[in-house]
């Protein structure tokens, strides 16, 4: 009788509990008993002007959610293709390849794909959105019979635009791929591109800096490597001195100035102009020594000059232009045709622009800016301007993440940090070994190369 008791009572205290959590209101869980529901996507239903190529689409659900490997077949996008799908707690996440320029997509989730954890089918969903615009891109080289590696490298970018981001370093200083290395160190990675400088144009040859040299230059392209160049052009900081600079008087604290007047130097007959005509004879030694061994140049001279903190852009857009001009009728006088001709915008400097007939790439350089919307901002507003033109990020410092950068639409032809003068000057040295940057850490570097969207020199083609 004392057992039967203890059985009574313990079926009596269950009683009242299961009682107590029925019916009405205290139904346990009662989400739990319904079909999972999604509550956002990104991107949103409706965007607009997302990146072709490779994105990731991710749906966020109102509860913890999964789904069967086998029913993966059944998620469509169009034409293009579902490369994975996984779903990890509240998140669905899409990866998907091939989306084309100026394409709208229906991406349809159907039914029963998505399961909640009571195995409830969530309903179908569909979420719409649209590409950027396709560009027309000027299908040819400016330059008159330009050498077939610069046509094969020039082809490669505008297959590529759109599509995959090339990845990008600057030499320290001058001449050589210290930041290359630097990143392939920490990364096992080198970047796609590498750029020079003939900064030191004015004291070549010397002991220290040989631009006829070409063997570093060489070696990275027969590794597959681009080869770009830009030109921090030095010139005396008066007439007769022995000292050069770049910056413009005033602008720059009195470090590297120069007072060398650019409307003279367009000038026929000035000794401005005699100096920028040597100059200009001089690199074309230089470049022609790699015309002679199949090397094409992404050429950047005179950069950011609307800003004005430079010689070549202190007096205005005409004789920046006149002297882009000079530079280029030079060249195709000497048989420089190994070119690739980029012009560095900045905000609202149309007039500045040398035309169509002397420019083949539009680039920006920006720094210390995180915001997405800045740098995208950026981005569009040169796609507009030049609509036949391929955009690129020819300089940056401390930005968003490039994926970020990517996703939210600036799909730039390619991207190149500056360099870090203290960590990379030497290799062998122990500043070398750290993994931070003045303009983009190794953090940065490891993001960029995880997505499949970002080149690097072991994924390049031989454009020999």
Known sequence: MKKISYNLFFFFIGFLFITSCSGGDNEPEISMM?????INSNPMDGAKDLPSGDITIVLTYNQNVTSLSSEHSKVTLGSASIISVSAVLTKVTIRVSGLEKGTDYQLIVPKGVILG?????????????????????????????????????YDFLKENYGKKLIS????????NINEAEWVYKHTDKYPALNAFDFVHLYASPANWIDYGNTTVVENWWSNNGLVAATWHWNVPQSEGSSNYGFYYTGKNNGTGETSFDITKAVQNGTSENLRVKADLDKIADYLLLLKAKNIPVIWRPMHEASGGW?????????????LWKLMFDTFKERGVNNLIWVWTAQTGDNEWYPGNEYVDIISCDIYNKTVISQLTDEYT?????????????????NVANMSLQWNAGATWSWFMPWYDYDRTKEVSGAAFNETTHQYANIVWWKDAFKQSVILTRDQMPNLK
Not at 34 to 38: G, Q, S, T, V
Not at 168 to 175: D, E, I, L, R
Not at 381 to 397: D, F, R, V, W
């Open 117 to 153: 954890p009571t195995k409830l089918e969530a309903p179908k969903v569909s979420i719409t959105f649209s590409t950027v615009p396709k560009q027309s891109i000027t299908s040819a080289l400016c330059s008159p019979n330009p050498s077939a590696q610069a046509i094969k490298v």
């Open 381 to 397: 507003s040169l796609a507009q301007s030049y609509p036949n033109k391929m955009i690129t990020l020819s300089e940056c410092g």
């Open 168 to 175: 990008g370093t600057m030499a320290n200083v001058s001449w």
């Open 34 to 38: 319904k079909a999972p529901e999604m």
């Open 310 to 322: 430079f010689w070549w852009g202190a007096k205005g857009a005409t004789p920046f232009k006149a």
